[in-house]
Structure formats: C-alpha cells, structure tokens
C-alpha cells in the first residue's frame, strides 16, 4: 500500500453575525476549516482536518509514495515540516483515519480502547458581564451538560471574581466549573501581557472556594517557573498546553510538573506524540483532557485519542449559543459532532468516523491543492 495522492480543500464559511472571541481582539466574519485527504494506490482514502496546514503544501510531496500504515516513519517525516513550516498535523489525522479503515477499527481502539465516551464540558468562547454569564451558563446547565467552562477577563480582577461567584451561587454544586483566562497566548498582533503570578494566585484562591475544577492558562506559556509555583500551591487545578507545539516541550511540562491537567491538542501537535505524553501524564496522577477548539474533524481526532488512552474525566466541546454553535463549527460535516445526555460516544466505525458533506465543501471552498507524483497543483 503506497499513498498515491493528496488533496487539500481549504474552506470559509462566512459568519454573520460574526463571532467575538474573548481571546481575539478582531470579531471573526469567517469560520476556516481544511479537508485533507489521503488516498492510496488501492483506492482506500483517510480524512483529516482540524488546522489550516498553511506553510505545508510544498512538503506534501515527502509522503507521496510512502506506506501509510508505518505510522512511525511518517510521523517523523511530519516532525520535520512541523520545524520548517506550518502546523503538519491534519495530515497525521487523515493517516489514522486511513488506519483505522485498513484494520477495520475505530481509532479510539487502536489507542488503547480504554472507554467509548467521555462527560462533554460546554465550552463557551464569548466574554459576557455577570448577568449574562449567568443566563447562559444555566441554559448549558439545563441542556444537560455536567460541567462548563467560562472565558473570564482576567485584567480585571474584581470582575472575574464576581462574576465566577455569581455563576456559582446561581447554578449550585451540581455543575462542574472550569474558568479559562487566556494569558498562555495571543492572536498575531496582539501584544497585551500577561498577569502576573500575584494576580494569578489571587484569583486561584477565590476560585478555589467556589470549588471551580481547573484554572486554565493563568500566565504566560513560557512562565514555567510561574506555573510551576501555582500548581504547587495546591489551592486549584492549573491547566494549560493547548498550543504547545512539539513533543519535547510537551515532554517538559510533565517532567517539570507544570499543569495538573495536560491539554495538548492533537490537531496542532500530533496524535501519535500525543498519546505519549498523555499516558505519562496519567501515569503521574495527572489528568489528561486536551483542547478542541478548531472544528469537528478536530473534535473527533482528539476523542478518540482522549478516549482510547482513559482520558478526561472530561473533554472540551467548542459552544457558544451566541455565536460558535455545531452547525457552525461543523460546516463541512454532514452532521455535526453532538453531546447525548452530557456525554461524547466514540462509536464503533472504521477510522475516526468523518462524514464530510461535499456540498458544503464545493459551497465554501477557496483554493484546492492537489499533491502527487507529478507534483503539487493548485486550484482557486
């Protein structure tokens, strides 16, 4: 078996209204999604997505002709455009997709096979005052959700306190609740600075007694020594790692005991890498529950690799009913990726179970690259 060709479809769905992001200072008017498709000599095809792989399409040509199923090697292939270019990872995605149709398996089982579900946590995106986190956090609570995340402007001090509080005083003890500050990184061109761990311990302690679960990116990625000092305070779960790009860095994060809950997305830093790290991390006592924020191909790649190695005990689902919904952020699949009764089911298709609607693919397409033996083409 040898790969024959690779098709990239870069998509834009156009969003209006737009949606504002609390981590991004410009109001998105467009949602990107890519489809890449891996196919073989035999006609077997695997489907990956979840990142853009700009920067990636001159190297596409390195695994025309290579076995997909010696995922080893293909992966250090990846490794290599991953220090040279862009993000290769929806590449290794459409890979497992691949392998997973050869053996006639779920990914989630060639992973490990540990659970086929994991408890979703509504992940809400928009930054709202008191009143109105509050109306949408007891409208994800009463669509059976078991636990949440809110987006809180960490600047503001006395604010995010508040408004945790009011969260929690009008939900009760029945919700679990994670509070996600945002200070790991910023968009391109966003040159605001972190708090500092002064700050970032007063708002752990106040969100300790509220018995949030996890405070997630508190400060700077590269603050280790900072991060390292707050988890060790102990007063509340610190989370972080979701653009942390390689595996050494990832490697680091365990070694050093930085986070109490690891969150490396596999769509950004691999999948295979990822189930290492994630069965060190679980190892140590730690808990593994990556980031999913791109699209549903994204979703369904982390699931499987959260399920397949025991993750959780919960995993991120990207909602916000004012402005980021599944239909939204699953354009591109027949269906979107849906929470039943609070909870994510892998299932037992072939592969990672990816139902692409080529309709909306040709709707919203804006350039097509083809990469074979002859080459690599591009269509607009």
Same mark, same amino acid.
């Given at each position: 078996?040898?790969?024959?060709?690779?098709?990239?479809?870069?998509?834009?769905?156009?969003?209006?209204?737009?949606?504002?992001?609390?981590?991004?200072?410009?109001?998105?008017?467009?949602?990107?999604?890519?489809?890449?498709?891996?196919?073989?000599?035999?006609?077997?095809?695997?489907?990956?997505?979840?990142?853009?792989?700009?920067?990636?399409?001159?190297?596409?040509?390195?695994?025309?002709?290579?076995?997909?199923?010696?995922?080893?090697?293909?992966?250090?292939?990846?490794?290599?455009?991953?220090?040279?270019?862009?993000?290769?990872?929806?590449?290794?995605?459409?890979?497992?997709?691949?392998?997973?149709?050869?053996?006639?398996?779920?990914?989630?089982? #060639?992973?490990? $096979?540990?659970?086929?579900? *994991? &408890? !979703?946590?509504?992940?809400? =995106?928009?930054? /709202?005052? %008191?009143?109105?986190?509050?109306?949408?956090?007891?409208?994800?609570?009463?669509?059976?959700?078991?636990?949440?995340?809110?987006?809180?402007?960490?600047?503001?001090?006395?604010?995010?306190?508040?408004?945790?509080?009011?969260?929690?005083?009008?939900?009760?003890?029945?919700?679990?609740?994670?509070?996600?500050?945002?200070?790991?990184?910023?968009?391109?061109?966003?040159?605001?600075?972190?708090?500092?761990?002064?700050?970032?311990?007063?708002?752990?302690?106040?969100?300790?007694?509220?018995?949030?679960?996890?405070?997630?990116?508190? #400060?700077?990625? $590269?603050?280790?020594?900072? *991060? &390292? !000092?707050?988890?060790?305070? =102990?007063?509340? /779960?610190? %989370?972080?790692?979701?653009?942390?790009?390689?595996?050494?860095?990832?490697?680091?994060?365990?070694?050093?005991?930085?986070?109490?809950?690891?969150?490396?997305?596999?769509?950004?830093?691999?999948?295979?890498?990822?189930?290492?790290?994630?069965?060190?991390?679980?190892?140590?006592?730690?808990?593994?529950?990556?980031?999913?924020?791109?699209?549903?191909?994204?979703?369904?790649?982390?699931?499987?690799?959260?399920?397949?190695?025991?993750?959780?005990?919960?995993?991120?689902?990207?909602?916000?009913?004012?402005?980021?919904?599944?239909?939204?952020?699953?354009?591109?699949?027949?269906?979107?990726?849906?929470?039943?009764?609070?909870?994510?089911?892998?299932?037992?298709?072939?592969?990672?179970?990816?139902?692409?609607?080529?309709?909306?693919?040709?709707?919203?397409?804006?350039?097509?690259?083809?990469?074979?033996?002859?080459?690599?083409?591009?269509?607009?």
């Amino acid at each position: 078996m040898r790969i024959v060709r690779i098709t990239v479809d870069r998509c834009e769905l156009p969003l209006d209204p737009p949606f504002v992001a609390s981590w991004d200072p410009v109001p998105r008017t467009v949602a990107p999604a890519t489809v890449v498709r891996v196919e073989t000599d035999d006609g077997a095809i695997g489907v990956g997505g979840g990142d853009t792989l700009h920067g990636v399409e001159s190297y596409l040509p390195l695994l025309i002709g290579a076995d997909p199923r010696r995922i080893e090697a293909q992966v250090r292939v990846l490794e290599t455009i991953d220090l040279l270019a862009g993000r290769p990872w929806p590449l290794e995605v459409a890979l497992w997709d691949l392998m997973g149709q050869v053996y006639g398996q779920p990914v989630w089982h #060639l992973f490990g $096979g540990v659970s086929d579900r *994991l &408890a !979703a946590y509504a992940s809400l =995106g928009a930054r /709202r005052d %008191a009143e109105a986190m509050v109306e949408t956090v007891c409208a994800v609570h009463d669509d059976g959700f078991a636990a949440c995340k809110l987006r809180l402007d960490a600047h503001r001090l006395d604010n995010t306190i508040a408004t945790a509080q009011a969260v929690r005083a009008a939900v009760g003890p029945g919700l679990a609740l994670m509070v996600d500050l945002n200070q790991a990184w910023r968009m391109a061109g966003d040159t605001t600075s972190s708090i500092d761990v002064a700050v970032a311990r007063r708002i752990a302690d106040a969100l300790a007694e509220l018995d949030v679960t996890w405070l997630e990116e508190p #400060l700077a990625a $590269g603050d280790h020594t900072g *991060l &390292a !000092a707050l988890r060790a305070a =102990g007063s509340v /779960r610190i %989370a972080g790692g979701e653009l942390t790009r390689t595996f050494d860095e990832l490697l680091d994060a365990v070694v050093t005991d930085r986070y109490d809950v690891h969150q490396p997305d596999v769509v950004l830093s691999g999948m295979w890498r990822g189930r290492t790290i994630a069965e060190l991390a679980l190892r140590r006592g730690r808990w593994y529950t990556p980031h999913t924020w791109t699209d549903g191909i994204g979703l369904l790649a982390n699931l499987h690799v959260c399920a397949g190695v025991g993750g959780g005990p919960y995993l991120e689902y990207p909602y916000d009913p004012d402005g980021w919904t599944p239909n939204r952020r699953d354009f591109l699949l027949r269906a979107p990726v849906e929470v039943t009764d609070g909870l994510l089911v892998v299932g037992e298709q072939p592969g990672l179970g990816i139902a692409i609607d080529e309709d909306a693919v040709t709707r919203t397409r804006i350039e097509r690259i083809v990469a074979s033996g002859r080459g690599v083409e591009r269509r607009s």
